[in-house]
C-alpha cells in the first residue's frame, strides 16, 4: 500500500481559495425557492422548489386574497351605484315637485295652442280653504274677499277673471294675461300683482279699462267658437281629418293586398 500523499502550504492554500469562491458565489440562492412571510402576494408567482408546484396552503391564501380584492371593488361599485340612485331618485322628486300646472298663471306664457284652448275653454279653477302668507312689510296678505265686488246698486258681482298663484302669491287677470296685445303697463297681465295695501283701488282701476273690457269681451268670443267648434282654423283640422281618413284606408288597402299575395304564395 503506498503511502498517503501530502498536499503542499501551496496547494493547500489554492483550495480554500476555490471553496470559498465558490461558497461566496452561491449566496443569495435559497432565496429565489423561498416565499418569505412579509412578501407581497400581489403578483402571481408560481412558487416552485424542484420542479414541484406550490403547496395548497399558499395558493389558497393568494385565492382569498382576490376574493377579498374582488369584494372590496365590488362594494365600491355597489356604493357609487347606491348613490348615484339617490341623486337619480332626487332629480326625480324635484321633478315632480315642479310639475306643470296650465292652470297656474305663472306657466300662461310657455302654453302651447292645446293647452290655450283647454284653458280659455275651461275658464279659471280656483282654489279654497287656502291659507295666504302675510306680505313681510306691510303684514297684509289676500283674502277671498278680493274675488267680489260690490256694484253701485248694492249688488255683488263675481270677479271670475281674478286669478290667485299660490306658487308665488300674487294676483293675475285671466283674460289680460292670455288675450293681451303687445306689452301691458298693468301688472295683473305681466309679472302679477302683490299690492295688498292699494289691491281693491287697483282691481277697480283695472276692471274698468279699455284693455280689461277689449280682452273680456274676446275670452268670451273665443270660448265661445270653442265650444262650438268653429274656430278660425276650423277648416285647417277637417282637412287634416279628411287626410288622415284617407291614408287610413289606403294602408287598409295596402295590408289586405299583402295578405292575399302571401296566402297564394304569390311575388309582391
Known sequence: MLPKKHLSGCEKR????RVDKLIKSQEGAMDMFVLRPGAA????QLYIT???????????????NHVDKN?????DADQHTENFS???????????????????PRTWNILDNK????????GPIREYNLVFPEDEISGRHFSYDYYTRKLRNGEFSDRRWLVYSKHVNKVYCFCCKLFKSGKSK????SEGLKDWR????????????????TNMNTWNEVRLRLSKKETIDKDMQQEIAREKERWRLVLIRIVAAVKFLAKHSLAF
Not at 489554492?14 to 481559495?17: C, Q, R
Not at 292699494?198 to 273690457?213: A, D, M, Q, T
Request: net charge negative.
Open 186 to 189: 298693468s301688472l295683473l297681465a
Open 41 to 44: 402576494t400581489n403578483s402571481e
Open 86 to 104: 339617490d341623486h337619480e331618485n332626487l332629480g326625480n322628486a324635484d321633478e315632480q315637485g315642479s310639475s306643470f300646472d296650465i292652470y297656474d
Open 50 to 64: 424542484n420542479g414541484e408546484e406550490k403547496p395548497d396552503d399558499t395558493k389558497n391564501a393568494i385565492e382569498e
Open 115 to 122: 293647452s290655450r284652448d283647454i284653458l280659455i275653454e275651461k
Open 71 to 75: 369584494n372590496a371593488a365590488e362594494n
Open 14 to 17: 489554492n483550495n480554500k481559495k
Open 198 to 213: 292699494h289691491l281693491s283701488e287697483k282691481l277697480k282701476l283695472h276692471e274698468n279699462s279699455v284693455e280689461h273690457i
